[in-house]
């Protein structure tokens, strides 16, 4: 079937878019965010996601960018059955049976990815009915799943795509709680369910804040926490109930089912991963401490705009920091951020990542990894083009669990790449062609391959990009 009537069978269904141990013993969670085999094995609402059917595609002459820190100029990449088969230089055998791109003067990278979005959760049109990314209800809500909110007809996810490369993101519940809830990775693909854009075999997330936000929701209604002591303390006793509820689990008596105190036991057991939202460097050392006595790990602090001042600490502790470029001031605790965060965490050789929190910015995450990048470089630190790109592409991969399958351009992943119409770090550089899976989802010069949402269809502006 060719890709034009697939778009138009999906468009008919409805969607074309796409935060046993006490607490002095701690048990170790083996929660590194690459051992993904097991964690969606028992998973309700498990992913429908089948690719879209893909050619033999070679791309020529391009400038690649491998998402690993490695620039292969004149370089060639070669897609078939969905999987990168080959990437290398000018020598790289070109199979007679494939479709052939000349990228000269052109830029492959991978498909960027997005760690921190809210994309279906807060859709566009932006209006109350769809907000459904906070429960603010209780600031414990572990129970809660971003994707049970995810609106799959949300039209930001065909502009990631088209403008951003975007195509893979993860959707956080919001920060207005203290445990927010589940995460979940989508493919950034046409479906009709939420579910059929679930990135298969990838681990959840769960979403914890801390900081201003929890103590302005719940302390505004004269409630805890209203402090950031408030905060700690709910959340540690919060964790000694999850592990009361994981031990009793493992008895012979297990209790009732508890499907919050599934999620925080999936933490403790490994198979769910830690994204903390949190800006200030003592908060981001308390958070560590507080996991080290409860024994997880957190993969990832979100915002965290004061990671430069514990950089080294990040970096021995293996905790990415996923970033803006330069957002600053909008908060108290937003005041000390300062533009060459991300250069000063590289340098330290902690994992930098480049997020967007926004359904305009993840359309600019590229520039945002520049404006980073010449920052850095502007204070004497230096760092290349391809390590930039790492941070939009293996970095978020890494932190999201699926850095064995996607983020980076090496044989037997999932053939997700972007063709660019210049050096992705330039202001003036915009997607030319999008690959999901090998299947090609977006392309500049052809209309038909702009996806476009039922809730969209008749509407001015209808699949519009800029």
Not at 189 to 204: D, E, H, I, L, N
Not at 217 to 223: D, I, K, L, P, T
Not at 262 to 270: I, R
Not at 417 to 428: K, M, Q, R, T
Request: net charge negative; aromatic share 8%; glycine share 10%.
């Amino acid at each position: 079937m060719e890709f034009g009537n697939l778009l138009a069978v999906v468009a008919a269904g409805a969607l074309l878019t796409g935060c046993a141990a006490t607490a002095a013993e701690p048990e170790t969670a083996s929660a590194s965010a690459s051992s993904s085999s097991k964690r969606s094995a028992k998973a309700a609402f498990p992913s429908t996601y089948k690719a879209y059917p893909s050619d033999n595609i070679v791309i020529t002459g391009a400038t690649i960018f491998d998402g690993e820190g490695q620039r292969i100029d004149d370089g060639v990449i070669f897609m078939s059955a969905g999987k990168i088969v080959s990437v290398g230089g000018p020598e790289t055998a070109i199979p007679t049976d494939s479709t052939i791109i000349d990228g000269t003067g052109k830029y492959v990278t991978p498909g960027i990815i997005d760690v921190h979005s809210h994309l279906g959760d807060y859709p566009t049109p932006s209006v109350p009915a769809h907000s459904d990314g906070n429960e603010a209800t209780s600031p414990v809500t572990p129970e809660v799943w971003a994707e049970h909110s995810v609106w799959p007809q949300d039209p930001g996810f065909s502009r990631a795509l088209a403008n951003g490369g975007i195509t893979s993101l993860q959707i956080l519940p919001g920060s207005a709680n203290l445990f927010g809830g589940r995460a979940v990775t989508l493919k950034n693909v046409p479906a009709r369910t939420v579910q059929a854009m679930k990135f298969p075999g990838a681990p959840y997330g769960m979403k914890m804040a801390c900081g201003e936000n929890p103590k302005r929701v719940y302390g505004s209604r004269n409630r805890k926490p209203a402090t950031r002591m408030g905060s700690l303390s709910l959340t540690r006793q919060t964790w000694i109930n999850a592990q009361e509820y994981r031990k009793k689990r493992k008895g012979a008596k297990p209790p009732k089912r508890d499907i919050g105190m599934e999620t925080l036991a999936g933490v403790l057991d490994g198979d769910i991963l830690v994204h903390n939202h949190c800006y200030r460097a003592d908060e981001l050392n308390q958070i560590i401490d507080m996991s080290k006595e409860f024994g997880y790990k957190v993969t990832a602090f979100h915002h965290a705009v004061e990671s430069y001042k514990i950089a080294d600490i990040l970096a021995k502790e293996e905790i990415c920091s996923a970033i803006w470029a330069d957002w600053w001031g909008f908060k108290m605790e937003a005041y000390d951020a300062i533009p060459e965060n991300a250069a000063l965490l590289q340098q330290a050789g902690a994992c930098v990542i480049i997020h967007s929190d926004d359904e305009n910015q993840i359309q600019r995450l590229n520039q945002e990894a520049s404006k980073a990048l010449a920052d850095g470089r502007a204070m004497g630190i230096e760092i290349s083009d391809a390590q930039a790109i790492q941070w939009i592409t293996y970095n978020p991969a890494k932190a999201m669990g699926i850095a064995d399958k996607t983020g980076s351009l090496k044989p037997g992943k999932m053939a997700d790449v972007v063709l660019w119409n210049d050096n992705p770090l330039s202001v003036y550089s915009r997607p030319e062609k999008v690959w999901i899976d090998g299947a090609m989802l977006y392309d500049s010069s052809d209309p038909t391959r702009r996806p476009v949402s039922d809730f969209e269809l008749g509407q001015p502006g209808e699949g519009d990009v800029k």
